[in-house]
């Protein structure tokens, strides 16, 4: 158990902000709604984004405008928690802000690739990343080719990493991610062993570990399934982090001879045969469903950890992940039993 002096104000803070989280019925009663209008109505009268949603007037009531507020949410519980926390933790949560920060850039980045006529639209961002981040959206938002952006990260630490592909030749918007994202775990991998000691330590490790274990798990399968890529480029997207997954079971997952043999070798990975699925899962929601498993069950161990920061954190992600993809759903007038597919639940 972590300290309980060090974490208790945090705990108390955490349970007060995860009791206004969403309850599966109001998924379920969202997913039965038929219009964008209507989800804002309702998030407005029965749950905790009332407040935040307000801050809409009536002409700006509509799918990109709610996006923006509910973000502002995500924000807004991170500052109250930072408030919150000590040296220690506020160390951790700059690595979590990383998370944040890449999604900015990939947004930016897929702005000037596609050359937007409305391009960036981020003052709704403006301060939180004035407060907490390494990146100044004032440089980025002048940025009109991929080059000036880059450049408008000099100073920070995605410059290196995203500098190396300038004289790569027909460099796509897929190949800045990719690399953001490998950056982002090796570096996070390392850098959580410089600011966190045992037990969080470990907690952080199995957490993060397992999430890389299984985005290598669904690349993998997306690459077979969607792309056709030979082991060799498969072996090109990969983190080169293995956690539970050994060399062995990702050699034999890349080179396995069609999607059949390579379900056979998922299945006997510990991500398979430690958890109880629903049959038909996707690689998509198996990912969420470990994860979310393994961070309540963190937490319901150490209650008194980095875990109760985390585990937050990733539920309200998660939240917000399928109140967009609600309204996306509602918005294309799909049923409530397709809504609900989508977001991992189902009719009450």
Request: aromatic content about 12%.
């Amino acid at each position: 158990m972590g300290n309980l002096l060090e974490y208790s104000g945090i705990v108390t803070k955490v349970r007060a902000m995860e009791a206004k989280l969403l309850k599966p019925e109001q998924f379920t009663e969202i997913a039965n709604l038929q219009s964008v209008p209507e989800i804002y109505d309702y998030l407005r009268s029965n749950t905790a984004y009332a407040g935040i949603l307000d801050t809409l007037s009536e002409d700006q009531i509509h799918r990109g405008n709610i996006e923006k507020v509910l973000t502002q949410s995500l924000y807004h519980d991170y500052t109250k928690l930072y408030r919150f926390c000590g040296q220690k933790q506020r160390r951790f949560m700059k690595l979590i802000m990383k998370n944040y920060e890449i999604d900015l850039i990939n947004y930016c980045l897929r702005i000037v690739i596609n050359h937007y006529k409305k391009p960036f639209d981020l003052d709704y961002k403006k301060p939180f990343f004035d407060r907490y981040s390494q990146i100044s959206i004032e440089k980025l938002i002048t940025s009109r080719t991929t080059d000036e952006l880059v450049e408008n990260l000099k100073g920070t630490e995605y410059y290196a990493p995203l500098q190396k592909l300038k004289d790569a030749q027909n460099i796509t918007l897929y190949d800045y991610n990719l690399t953001l994202d490998l950056y982002f775990f090796t570096s996070t991998w390392k850098e959580q062993k410089k600011v966190l000691k045992k037990p969080d330590l470990e907690l952080i490790m199995r957490e993060q570990g397992s999430r890389i274990d299984l985005l290598n798990l669904q690349w993998i399968y997306r690459a077979k399934k969607y792309y056709n890529m030979k082991p060799a480029d498969i072996y090109l997207l990969l983190i080169p982090i293995h956690y539970k997954l050994s060399t062995d079971q990702v050699k034999e997952m890349v080179e396995a001879d069609g999607l059949e043999a390579f379900e056979t070798a998922v299945a006997r990975t510990t991500y398979a045969r430690h958890y109880s699925f629903r049959q038909k899962l996707t690689t998509e929601q198996m990912y969420t469903e470990c994860l979310r498993y393994l961070y309540k069950v963190d937490r319901r161990r150490n209650p008194y950890s980095i875990a109760a920061i985390n585990t937050y954190l990733f539920l309200k992600e998660e939240e917000l992940k399928k109140l967009t993809t609600a309204m996306e759903c509602v918005r294309y007038s799909l049923s409530p039993s397709e809504t609900l597919a989508y977001i991992g639940g189902r009719i009450q």
